[in-house]
Structures are given as C-alpha cells and as structure tokens.
C-alpha cells in the first residue's frame, strides 16, 4: 500500500511539470481539415477571443488584450458513420 502512494505521488509531480505539448508535424493533414466557420469576436467569462480563417485551413485565435500570443488549430469535425449491414440476415 505504502508503494502505491509513492507510485502515485511521484505521477502526480511529473504529471504537474507538464506545461504544453509540441508535435513536429500536424496532427489533422490538410486533405482532412473541415473549416469550422468560426469567425468574429467571442466572449465567454474568461475573457474575448477574435476567430479567423486562414488561407491553410486553421482557425486563428487572437487575444485582443495582447495576454496571451495568438494560436492557430485546425478542426477534424466528427461525422456520423453509417452502420455496417449484416449481409445473409
């Protein structure tokens, strides 16, 4: 039991060193990006955000208070899958 505290401690303090991830490469390729269309200012209780399109395919989220830098994602939206039919039944 002892053991299992420690095992978990020691996750929690590496876990909480984490502070962003980075990939090399783009996760959504542009064949399968989906433009969202959002665009315009948003505001939500944390703050404001302005939303664009950019000519790539991603969305571009700007701080208007200059807080945070300015990012850009790409959407993969999720689409309903027809079922399979059983054939023979």
């Given amino acids: 039991m002892l053991l299992r505290s420690l095992l978990a401690a020691a996750m929690t303090l590496l ?12 996760l959504i390729p542009v064949a399968e990006r989906d433009t969202a269309g959002l665009e315009g200012a948003f ?7 302005i939303l664009s399109a950019t000519a790539q395919g991603f ?6 208070a200059g807080q945070e830098p300015p990012s850009e994602v790409a959407l993969a939206l999720l689409r309903e899958v027809a079922p399979e039919r059983s054939k023979g039944w």
Avoid: I
Avoid at 15 to 26: D, I, K, P, Q, V
Avoid at 59 to 64: C, E, H
């Fill in 15 to 26: 876990l909480s060193a984490c502070t962003g991830w980075w990939s090399e490469t783009r």
């Fill in 43 to 49: 505001v939500s209780d944390e703050g404001r955000v």
């Fill in 59 to 64: 969305v571009r989220a700007v701080d208007p």
